[in-house]
């Protein structure tokens, strides 16, 4: 049995999906980030910088593992899937995981800082970070346009790059003219356990294509900016 410490965001669902797929037995812990339950002393001794999400695996004598990319690593090799076993077929994998990890998560999550969070909009902030977005997401593209997964069958390096992209439009970065890109998105939205994992826990926000989600996001986006400057959180980013 594991415990999954989590909230809805984008890293948070990387490791919901992962559990889904696996069909691994989990109990989920739900951390209320505006109430700051990430930086109290008891999840600290878990993960001590105080992030989602968190697991601990309780049939290895509770042991802990913290950062998004480190648990998928970990579940894929407990057991034996999602990851190749071959050492080239694993490199790619872990290529693509690094990809989201070090480009993607931070990017997009700078992104909605600045486009989303921030009481004040600064546009050349705003600009280049959905650029960066956006080149990432060609980069997505272009490899996908030769290859149905990013590395090889489906795996972790899937599920973490599309936990991001599903959220595109709340950073503000189009997906127009990439074919290839939305082939792969939907392909991955229309898993069972994809399905299932995005609603542990679900987010408040509807953030697909097909949702008009402006007037909601508004709300949420006042609410966050309060927080912000009255500094009683911090807006989410890559955890």
């Given at each position: 049995?594991?415990?999954?410490?989590?909230?809805?965001?984008?890293?948070g669902h990387k490791v919901s999906i992962a559990l889904e797929e696996l069909g691994l037995p989990y109990e989920l812990h739900?951390?209320?980030?505006?109430?700051?339950?990430?930086?109290?002393?008891?999840?600290?001794?878990?993960?001590?910088?105080?992030?989602?999400?968190?697991?601990?695996?309780?049939?290895?004598?509770?042991?802990?593992?913290?950062?998004?990319?480190?648990?998928?690593?970990?579940?894929?090799?407990?057991?034996?899937?999602?990851?190749?076993?071959?050492?080239?077929?694993?490199?790619?994998?872990?290529?693509?995981?690094?990809f989201q990890m070090g480009g993607i998560g931070p990017m997009m999550g700078q992104a909605n800082v600045f486009y989303r969070y921030f009481p004040e909009k600064i546009q050349p902030a705003i600009d280049r970070y959905q650029a960066e977005g956006r080149r990432l997401f060609e980069v997505l593209d272009d490899h996908l346009a030769h290859h149905e997964w990013l590395a090889g069958d489906y795996s972790?390096?899937?599920?973490?790059?599309?936990?991001?992209?599903?959220?595109?439009?709340?950073?503000?970065?189009?997906?127009?003219?990439?074919?290839?890109?939305?082939?792969?998105?939907?392909?991955i939205r229309a898993?069972?356990?994809?399905?299932?994992?995005?609603?542990?826990?679900?987010?408040?926000?509807?953030?697909s294509d097909d949702s008009d989600t402006d007037e909601q996001a508004q709300a949420f986006s006042e609410q966050a900016r309060s927080m912000i400057v009255t500094g009683r959180t911090t807006p989410p980013k890559e955890a």
């Open positions: 049995m594991l415990t999954l410490y989590t909230a809805a965001t984008p890293n739900v951390l209320d980030l505006s109430a700051g339950e990430q930086k109290r002393p008891d999840f600290l001794a878990i993960n001590p910088n105080g992030r989602i999400p968190a697991i601990v695996d309780h049939d290895a004598d509770d042991f802990a593992v913290f950062e998004s990319g480190a648990i998928l690593v970990y579940l894929a090799e407990k057991t034996g899937r999602l990851m190749p076993h071959d050492t080239k077929g694993r490199s790619r994998v872990l290529q693509w995981l690094m972790i390096a899937d599920i973490a790059n599309w936990a991001w992209v599903r959220t595109h439009r709340w950073s503000g970065i189009s997906i127009d003219g990439l074919p290839h890109l939305r082939r792969w998105r939907d392909a898993r069972p356990a994809v399905q299932r994992g995005i609603e542990r826990p679900p987010s408040k926000l509807d953030l």
